[in-house]
């Protein structure tokens, strides 16, 4: 079944993902294998940037100053902010279309203006200057300058831009086209380039600075794990999808797991089989997703066939990309333990049974036949069912079964607080 609803599920993405390639050819200068046309219809389609009014892009002129922070604001949701900083520009004014965005970027701290108050809205952008806007709104990281060695013009990286661009290129969020090995830093950059960079910056909105990014709810959507699940819904935001509290997620044992070897205060770890998505579509978490939970407590075996119970508290998700998101969650039990079901240990109790029934016969046949061969029926017969019954009543009485889990095997969990999963964080 699951392997049929996958099938199902990939022909839907694939016929979704599909959709852009008629939306490509609105963009009249743009063509399908332009080196920057997936970019570039992410940043159109999402409305970040825009064609004119003939859908044009023209892909290979420079950016200027305003239209990139109008591409910034938009893509962090920032585009309606509520001007509250007065006019410090001297060349900005009332009477530009533009004039509030720049407000906007000023209030923001998003890209200053010059010594002499000027902001110089017109002028176009450095490759370094883009790359240094980059750095100051993503969170600190720590990138050594040996990165910039694999690039053979690392020298002409300006030395007030050194840092920011090791820093960029070890988020990933850079341009080095027409040429893998060259950076170009102070030539200007174009729209195609500055789409290029503004689309990878999209697909990691978890880096930026919280301080920049107006957070807002684009849908609500719904998980389709378990028809048992209390809440199925899912929070579509523009910097993360937020799966809400008690929602069921499907895992499995990364290992086999037993009980009796096990100890409180371990970790056992999981893995998520297949990607899971919304019903509408969205990836949710990627295949290769591991999650890791500590045994917080045993309830050993005990007489009259009571089960071993494990508790488990999940305290971290482990995406494909290596980010680590704490989060609380237990299995989706009556009691939250995991034990033996009782199909188990109605196999013990059987097979206490059955031993001990043929224990009965070997022994009901061997003292009959020691007086008298003729015996041995009633020895046979006497013997089964006394030795059944008291393997029946020992089955009964004696200590339950140890936990086991095998390699695969799979856990309903629910989550005890929402959990936040920032978005394109699957390693895609």
């Not at 056992?268 to 917080?296: R, S």
Request: a positive charge; aromatic letters at 10%.
């Amino acid at each position: 079944m699951k392997k049929i609803f996958a099938i199902v599920l990939t022909f839907c993405m694939l016929s979704i993902n599909s959709l852009p390639v008629f939306a490509r050819s609105n963009i009249k200068d743009v063509s399908a294998k332009y080196w920057a046309s997936k970019e570039i219809q992410n940043v159109v389609t999402s409305n970040i940037m825009s064609l004119d009014s003939s859908n044009k892009f023209y892909p290979e002129k420079s950016i200027t100053r305003v239209e990139f922070v109008q591409a910034l604001l938009k893509l962090l949701s920032n585009d309606n902010l509520n001007v509250k900083v007065k006019n410090t520009f001297t060349d900005i004014y009332t009477s530009d279309s533009y004039y509030e965005d720049i407000l906007r970027s000023q209030q923001l701290g998003l890209v200053y203006g010059y010594p002499d108050k000027t902001f110089k809205p017109h002028r176009t952008m450095l490759r370094s200057e883009v790359t240094s806007v980059i750095s100051h709104i993503t969170k600190d990281k720590y990138s050594n300058l040996s990165i910039l060695d694999k690039f053979k013009d690392k020298n002409d990286i300006p030395n007030w831009a050194v840092k920011a661009y090791a820093k960029t290129i070890n988020y990933g969020i850079y341009v080095n086209h027409p040429c893998e090995k060259r950076l170009e830093p102070n030539r200007e950059i174009t729209r195609a380039e500055a789409a290029v960079i503004l689309s990878k910056l999209r697909n990691k909105m978890h880096i930026v600075k919280s301080q920049y990014v107006n957070e807002e709810i684009l849908a609500v959507e719904h998980l389709n794990v378990s028809k048992k699940a209390p809440v199925n819904t899912v929070n579509i935001t523009n910097t993360k999808n937020i799966i809400c509290k008690n929602n069921l997620l499907e895992v499995e044992f990364s290992e086999r797991y037993w009980s009796k070897l096990s100890k409180t205060g371990e970790y056992v770890h999981f893995d998520v089989e297949q990607n899971i998505y919304t019903k509408e579509g969205t990836l949710v978490l990627p295949e290769g997703t591991k999650l890791i939970a500590e045994v917080t407590e045993i309830i050993k075996p005990k007489v009259f066939n009571k089960n071993a119970r494990v508790k488990f508290n999940f305290r971290q998700i482990i995406l494909p990309s290596g980010q680590t998101i704490n989060i609380s969650a237990t299995p989706y039990k009556k009691d939250g333990y995991l034990k033996e079901g009782p199909w188990m240990t109605t196999g013990k109790i059987a097979a206490w049974t059955v031993g001990l029934g043929i224990v009965g016969a070997g022994a009901g046949t061997g003292f009959a036949f020691i007086p008298a061969k003729a015996a041995l029926g009633t020895g046979f017969a006497i013997g089964i069912p006394v030795g059944c019954g008291v393997g029946l009543i020992t089955g009964l009485v004696t200590p339950g079964l140890h936990y086991r889990a095998k390699q695969g095997e799979d856990v309903l969990i629910l989550l005890n607080n929402d959990t936040s999963i920032p978005k394109c964080t699957c390693g895609k």
